[in-house]
């Protein structure tokens, strides 16, 4: 299971990063789809959705459950990652790359600052 410092992480199993340009990528942790199984359906909100920190956005349908998604920070949706109409099982297969799920234009710069850091995510999964 890997965690990787350039991310912001929620309790929830949700990772944030910023991508230089004004926008947040969003996912699930390797841990959580680790714990989600096969993962054969995404469900994401279109473009121009706003969407509030904590509220949920989406859902992911593995072979075990239906999960929430939660964001891990609030703004408008500006992009989602379409491919994974097709390919869920990216999730599974490269949680922080191929398997991002949206990404964020940002109300407030703070959010991102208050997720956990690599360390406090790392402790809060008992890594």
Not at 2 to 25: K, P, Q
Not at 33 to 52: C, K, M, N
Request: net charge negative; aromatic share 8%; proline share 3%.
């Amino acid at each position: 299971m890997s965690v990787l410092a350039n991310l912001r992480y929620t309790n929830d199993h949700e990772w944030a990063r910023d991508e230089g340009d004004g926008t947040y990528s969003v996912g699930v942790t390797d841990h959580a789809q680790e714990a989600l199984g096969g993962i054969v359906y995404v469900e994401l909100p279109a473009v121009g959705t706003r969407i509030s920190a904590g509220g949920r956005f989406g859902t992911v349908e593995s072979t075990k459950s239906v999960s929430e998604l939660y964001a891990p920070i609030g703004g408008v949706v500006v992009e989602k990652n379409d491919g994974l109409d097709v390919a869920p099982e990216a999730v599974n297969d490269d949680a922080y790359g191929a398997g991002w799920m949206v990404r964020i234009q940002p109300e407030s710069s703070g959010e991102f600052e208050a997720l956990m850091d690599a360390a406090a995510y790392s402790a809060h999964i008992g890594e």
